[in-house]
């Protein structure tokens, strides 16, 4: 390891150290943006979003962690006309007016060829992308947990910087694909309208499983 | 409609337009807790997790929204030196220090059958069910979407109570299916090292894709 390395790492130790010592907790209102107030919105007003706004949500996300570094996700996002009528057909019926309500809905996807960037983004193990680079199973399986993650990272980003999500499923990944992504390794995962949300448009809360449905200990 | 379904509705709609109104985003000290100064750990202190912090990371976690309010994910936490005997030999040897000097780590897995809560937790569509019970694809699909979404509202949420996380993808999941969920329709998804950490074991942040790299706008 050179000099360089070595002092880039322990600049890191020293920076989470330090961070650690603060023993910080997150802000409850914070928690309440990004989880237990916020809501999945289907409403939109008639207010555009910045594209700083996206930058800086994106900014966030980024940071979010995934196996090897492999940030798999790619990002479409429909703002135009043009583009919603594109994307119109591929949606579920009861789906289409909450995207043509939406100043923009980003197509949340992933890259199978994600591997040929790790020796770029995963230094520390320079023949990475030989593990999937012949194994297609592998490479699917990751790009899809990876850029699944990578999705819930964007959508609690675009809450924190105040935006609200609705996020949809309900439409066939092979038209998305077959009408965006042509010609290319990357495949649609799921959809996420964003925007400033007409909250008269939503319904009470849908309950969640308790602790003791989901989790248990051994 | 009953009446008390409208004013549930109504509940809800009057509570997220009073939270609208506040017009917040995420507090900056926060955002650098779940997402810009956290690291992912390899090492940790000689310190327990209160099993309280789990159930508070769990209350947190369980706001995220899955599609249909599906809610795939399934925890076991490993604890235990007999449940950490029986988790090592899925893990790839690097893997298993990790694990071994985690006072938790976390299986986190979905269930293929979650479809069967569907009349209990996604009331809107009582006939929800029926979508995936002929359907094993699209029930496997979901569940390892959400539960990946999941997943990612997990850790995030564990930073937000104080812990530090670690997530892990290498290990052989079809161990630790046939280890811990046996005869079951549960299904390893990935592994999450929960406690506090020994930040003296960590490396200089990778390089992230820029929003170039990543996202499109039409």
């Not at 928690?31 to 999945?40: D, G, M, P, V, Y």
């Not at 135009?80 to 009861?94: F, I």
């Not at 790790?118 to 990751?142: E, G, K, M, S, Y």
């Amino acid at each position: 390891m050179t000099d360089q390395a070595q002092i880039a790492d322990e600049a890191a130790r020293s920076a989470a150290r330090a961070f650690q010592e603060r023993g910080l907790t997150a802000d409850e209102q914070t928690i309440q943006l990004l989880f237990t107030e916020a809501r999945t919105h289907y409403g939109w007003q008639d207010r555009d979003v910045a594209e700083d706004t996206l930058r800086a949500l994106y900014d966030i996300a980024k940071m979010g962690p995934t196996s090897m570094n492999q940030q798999p996700m790619r990002v479409l996002f429909i703002r135009s006309t043009e583009a919603k009528d594109r994307l119109e057909p591929a949606l579920l019926p009861g789906n289409r007016p909450k995207m043509r309500a939406a100043p923009v809905t980003a197509i949340i996807a992933h890259d199978l060829s994600f591997w040929e960037e790790l020796p770029r983004i995963f230094p520390p193990n320079p023949d990475a992308a030989d593990i999937f680079r012949n194994n297609a199973t592998a490479a699917q399986v990751n790009a899809f947990r990876n850029g699944t993650l990578q999705g819930a990272y964007f959508m609690l980003a675009a809450r924190a910087v105040g935006l609200d999500v609705g996020a949809m499923s309900g439409f066939v990944n092979a038209k998305v694909d077959e009408e965006f992504f042509h010609g290319t390794s990357v495949k649609s995962n799921f959809l996420v309208n964003l925007g400033y949300a007409d909250t008269s448009k939503i319904f009470r809360r849908l309950p969640r499983l308790a602790f003791e449905d989901v989790c248990q200990t051994l």
